[in-house]
């Protein structure tokens, strides 16, 4: 089992940037890929980027293709995405999830989720 909480949500306006965490506990952490996904109102969750569980690995979506980075620091469990030139079609809730498939999925456990919103 592994429990998963993000933090570092909120609001910023267009431009700016924000850098989300999310610390995982219970099961050893490198094994796992971790991956960040969204979800904004009427529209269905959707991949953001995933790191595989050594880091070597990441991929993400086209549309934050040079805009966010995902990381993670083992030795402390925990994720990270640097969103910077946030748009406010980045509004959404940002879930992490964790999982031992494929990059892209399916992620087996998930946390609560952050709320970030980008004025314009």
């Known amino acids: 089992q592994v429990q998963l909480v993000e933090s570092g949500g909120g609001l910023v306006q267009a431009g700016g940037s924000l850098r989300l965490s999310c610390a995982a506990s219970?099961?050893?952490?490198?094994?796992?890929?971790m991956g960040w996904f969204r979800q904004a109102p009427g529209k269905e969750r959707e991949f953001v980027e995933a790191i595989s569980g050594n880091g070597g690995l990441t991929y993400y979506a086209d549309s934050v293709k040079g805009r966010f980075t995902i990381s993670r620091d083992n030795s402390e469990k925990t994720v990270y995405l640097q969103m910077n030139s946030l748009k406010p079609e980045d509004t959404a809730v940002y879930y992490c999830a964790a999982g031992r498939n494929h990059l892209l999925g399916p992620y087996d456990y998930w946390g609560q989720g952050t709320q970030v919103t980008v004025s314009s």
């Open positions: 219970g099961r050893t952490f490198s094994w796992y890929n």
